[in-house]
């Protein structure tokens, strides 16, 4: 193989690729995020109700959904850049035209479909295909790193968002949204994006497994899973994946019941909005080196017991929602609800990366992750849109977050049964059986 000069860089060129997944995740989640800022605004201006207001992102989810397996079948067949460049174009058009609403049909259609189909060619579906090829043995650590941008765009852009509706109103941030996406996104995806490591004459983790020293490697247990080529024809046919994508599917309805109605729950406690706006961005900031955290740990005691830590912590958030919204002097469980719901959000982006991979590895991963990916889009579409709708009906949010705190826990039960650990998963390794020297 012929060497590339960016091979001799003082350290692997995935992790350029890791920090462009960062930044574009960033953009992605503090835009769906930051939703959550914009629909207190909107409706007071406007007088929707929730339900209706909170279907937009619902359809923004919806139509994420439709567009994520196409994204991650382009990314296969016609590489990242050829995709992702319009898609942020894309993307930025529609954030600068939602400045133009005036009803919330066309609210529905430039975010709920113009803006959602540009933020799913930024999203977690197009770095997961990329990631795929470019990291094996420290999968779970890049994946988590790289979706660690969804905490700091959450801890950035939620905020900021609320600074710029407080003082310009909220048509002028969804101009400064469009402009920064374009701004960023574009020149940085442009000048960086390399699909596979063998473009650049590297190897996949950046060298070849060797060494005097221990270190972790990829064990395959399941050789005849392993080494089928799969296609998403074939991985429909099993039922170890439809309990991947139950995981998938119950997690994000939980998940979205707390995300999208936060801010909106902790004004009616009596929180101000630009304090309501902080406690997302501290559940960002907490979310950002958790998800790093949980990735790291996945690499070492495996995908499904750290998805189990994980998914119990959601289900404490949901708790501390629910103690907050029946006390007068509530200001610990505001933070305590901020570390739960930032520690269990955090181990989902992940581990659905790191699972898929583990389990669909290949050529055509790409389109598979876009099947799973359009699964997540749909939970949390139903997520989102559902506790609206129990609001509406029963004028409280309890219902709600108590559902969100069950099905959080039922959802890590899929993931047993999925079982990515009995397929593959790392170990250590001496440097005896790197080199032959010892007994297997």
């Not at 050789?223 to 991947?244: C, D, E, I, L, P």
């Not at 960002?284 to 949980?294: E, H, K, N, Q, T």
Request: a positive charge; one cysteine or more; proline letters at 2%.
């Amino acid at each position: 193989m012929k060497e590339s000069r960016l091979a001799g860089l003082p350290f692997f060129y995935g992790w350029m690729i890791v920090g462009l997944g960062v930044i574009s995740t960033a953009f992605w989640m503090g835009i769906i995020t930051s939703f959550s800022v914009f629909f207190v605004a909107l409706t007071e201006e406007f007088h929707w109700s929730r339900g209706s207001t909170a279907g937009v992102q619902s359809v923004a989810l919806l139509t994420y959904t439709a567009m994520a397996p196409i994204v991650g079948r382009l990314i296969d067949y016609h590489g990242p850049k050829k995709t992702i460049l319009p898609g942020i174009v894309l993307l930025s058009v529609g954030l600068a035209l939602c400045s133009l609403v005036q009803s919330l049909l066309i609210f529905y259609i430039f975010y709920g479909v113009l803006v959602a189909i540009g933020f799913t060619f930024v999203s977690i579906v197009s770095y997961s295909t990329i990631l795929s090829y470019w990291f094996e043995r420290r999968r779970g650590i890049a994946s988590g790193i790289a979706v660690s941008g969804m905490g700091l765009g959450t801890f950035i852009l939620v905020p900021l968002c609320q600074y710029f509706i407080s003082s310009y109103g909220w048509r002028f941030s969804y101009l400064c949204f469009g402009a920064l996406a374009f701004c960023i996104l574009f020149p940085l995806s442009a000048l960086l994006l390399k699909h596979k490591p063998e473009e650049l004459g590297l190897r996949v983790d950046g060298a070849a497994i060797g060494g005097k020293r221990r270190m972790r490697q990829v064990h395959v247990i399941d050789t005849g899973w392993a080494n089928t080529a799969w296609t998403v024809s074939k991985a429909v046919r099993q039922a170890r994946f439809w309990a991947f994508l139950g995981f998938c599917f119950l997690s994000m309805t939980g998940l979205y019941g707390l995300l999208i109605h936060e801010v909106r729950f902790l004004v009616d406690c009596g929180l101000e909005t630009m304090t309501a706006a902080y406690i997302v961005s501290l559940v960002g900031i907490i979310s950002l080196f958790a998800r790093i955290f949980w990735g790291w740990l996945s690499d070492r005691i495996g995908r499904e017991s750290t998805v189990t830590a994980g998914t119990a912590f959601l289900s404490a958030a949901a708790v501390f929602l629910l103690l907050l919204g029946r006390c007068h002097e509530a200001h610990v469980y505001v933070y305590l609800f901020a570390l739960t719901f930032g520690l269990g959000w955090a181990v989902m982006a992940p581990m659905f990366m790191a699972v898929a991979a583990d389990m669909f590895q290949g050529r055509n991963f790409g389109s598979i992750y876009g099947v799973v990916e359009a699964v997540i889009g749909s939970g949390s579409a139903v997520g989102a849109w559902l506790a609206g709708f129990i609001y509406d009906k029963t004028d409280s949010y309890s219902v709600a977050f108590l559902y969100t705190a069950i099905v959080s826990l039922i959802s890590c039960l899929f993931v047993w049964i999925a079982g990515p650990g009995r397929i593959r998963r790392t170990r250590v390794v001496h440097p005896q059986e790197i080199t032959g020297e010892g007994s297997p």
